[in-house]
């Protein structure tokens, strides 16, 4: 636990919330500001907490700011306190990503019944007791988080996809076997290609104006353009370009709604050379054009 925490100047934000299952939620936040965001949310003591920093840096702040818990990039926190309630306060850093998981101990006991002596805090002895575990994002781990929170398919099966991924990355967390990941995924065994995988997405994105070719991005990390497909395909649900493109629409939509820029500034921000490519882009991705939807922010 470190010493009290300032938290007046952080700006408040809120999570993406998803029901999963009675009892069962996933929370996913991006913090693409250049300032840190504090995201906070009542929950009983009948709930098993699982927190994964993605990306960045997070903190668990504790008793209004007087302690707080550090969750470091690529690590978890589990907390579970059946004696009192523990509401969810966290400081997610800027640049950061969070995804946690909240699940009843009922609905959770359900799941592991059989198991209950293998996960220290459902069997009888400690049912009662508190429990606290920091621990590693394995690669196979990273693959469903970065899955869930760059979520990009259609809405209409979002609930399907996202329990699937929810019970997919629960049983990664409970699972025993140091073999797991490679027959999970045999390409992210390696931690070091999950971190060239990430190093590309960065690429793409801080030259979105001009980006690499593929080859050439390839190169760069130091992976075959066939593994960098395969990974970028595996960590983000998406080929490089449709993410890019993705990204460019994003920002461009957020650019607009600044106002400080106009149509032809904006699209030239975001690599098109033509005003019309622009607007063209921009109606594929939003249906819209990109004037039309300055005039409905109005």
Known sequence: MSEEIDV?????????ETSVDEGFLVLTFKNDKNVAQSIAKEINSDYIQFHFCVKGATKFIFNQ?????????????????????LPINL???SKSWIVSILISIKKFHGLFSSEADHISFLNDDNKDKKYYKDGVISPSMAIVLNQLINYNLNNSIKHIYFKGKAYELLSLYFN?????????????????NVIKIRKAKDIVVARMA?????????????LSLKKLKEGFKQI???SVFSFLFDYKMEVARKLLEAGNDNVN???????YS???HFIAAFKKKYGTTPKKYIMSLN
């Open 265 to 271: 500034e904006v699209g030239h921000k975001v690599g």
């Open 8 to 16: 007046k100047s952080v700006a408040e934000s809120t999570f993406e």
């Open 236 to 238: 983000y649900g998406d």
């Open 176 to 192: 025993r076997s140091e073999d797991a990941d490679i027959e999970q995924c045999p390409f992210l065994v390696d931690e070091a």
């Open 210 to 222: 001009e980006p690499p070719s593929l080859q050439e991005l390839a190169d760069e990390i130091g």
């Open 91 to 93: 400081q997610v850093e």
């Open 274 to 276: 033509t005003a019309s």
């Open 65 to 85: 700011g007087r302690y707080a818990l550090d969750i470091h990039e690529e690590n978890s926190l589990l907390l579970y306190n059946p004696q009192r309630e």
